[in-house]
């Protein structure tokens, strides 16, 4: 999917933490998607890792840094609206920052002022005109059917909900759940980077006492298999079409 690839293991790059999560590589990709120049980060750091939430978001200071304007994030959750269906693709819209709600922010601590304010507004997290054009891409390609969107919610990991729990997150608007991404997105829009983000409806939540389904992380590889050469399609169509986003208002 990318031209001319350029590839970095994040094992050499000093200060880089680790992937330790089966089926994320550890591998940063440099090169040209669509015409584009961008970098890829296969495979991305999580809570559960162990690494403290400043370490999960140092990619995104170092992609500032490095001129990255627009950041796209896929991610896999489980799916809490009754509506989704394994498979279902879900455009982010908001999400919800449980860990944050105990205080687990990424910009805690002292405020790097070089890179943003000390308290961002969040309201505008997911690009509204990103959101928009993947949509379009979306019907273009003939995607409409899985394509939805909805919210997500972080949760710390690495157990899966449990049934209590799920119940709660629907009720609460949640339409999928999952263990990444918002930390990333907070200090990439404190940055002043431009959102979007999608996650692979990979499971069905279980919210049914009687129900025999589990949550485990074959089925969310599986789904991801099943998928991926849509959702590779449907990024390197978005990419193609993102204009450039110099955000000065920060
Ligand atoms: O890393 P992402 O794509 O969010 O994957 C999700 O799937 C894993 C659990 O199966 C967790 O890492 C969870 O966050």
């Given at each position: 999917m990318i031209k001319d690839p350029e590839i970095f293991r994040y094992v050499d790059i000093p200060n880089f933490p680790k992937s330790t999560v089966r089926?994320?590589?550890g591998r940063l990709v440099f090169g040209t998607l669509k015409g584009k120049p961008c970098v890829c980060m296969q495979g991305r750091f999580h809570l559960y890792e162990g690494y403290a939430i400043q370490k999960i978001t140092l990619p995104m200071r170092v992609f500032k840094l490095m001129g990255v304007q627009t950041m796209i994030m896929t991610n896999a959750a489980g799916g809490?609206?009754?509506?989704?269906?394994?498979g279902d693709v879900m455009i982010i819209k908001d999400h919800i920052n449980m860990p944050g709600f105990a205080?687990?922010?990424?910009?805690?601590?002292?405020?790097?002022d070089r890179f943003g304010v000390r308290f961002p507004c969040m309201?505008?997290?997911?690009d509204r005109e990103l959101r928009r054009q993947a949509l379009a891409v979306g019907a273009e390609l003939g995607f409409s059917d899985f394509l939805k969107e909805g919210v997500y919610c972080v949760l710390g990991g690495p157990s899966f909900e449990t049934i209590a729990e799920c119940r709660m997150l629907h009720l609460l608007g949640a339409d999928a759940v999952g263990m990444s991404t918002v930390h990333e997105v907070i200090v990439a829009r404190h940055a002043g980077m431009r959102c979007f983000a999608l996650s692979l409806i990979s499971n069905k939540a279980v919210?049914?006492?009687?129900?025999?389904e589990r949550a485990n992380h074959e089925e969310v590889l599986e789904t991801g298999r099943q998928r991926a050469v849509q959702l590779e399609k449907l990024v390197s169509t978005l990419v193609g079409r993102v204009e450039q986003y110099n955000n000065h208002c920060c």
């Open positions: 089926g994320h590589a809490l609206n009754q509506d989704f269906k394994v205080g687990a922010n990424p910009l805690c601590g002292p405020n790097e309201s505008d997290a997911y919210m049914d006492y009687e129900s025999a």
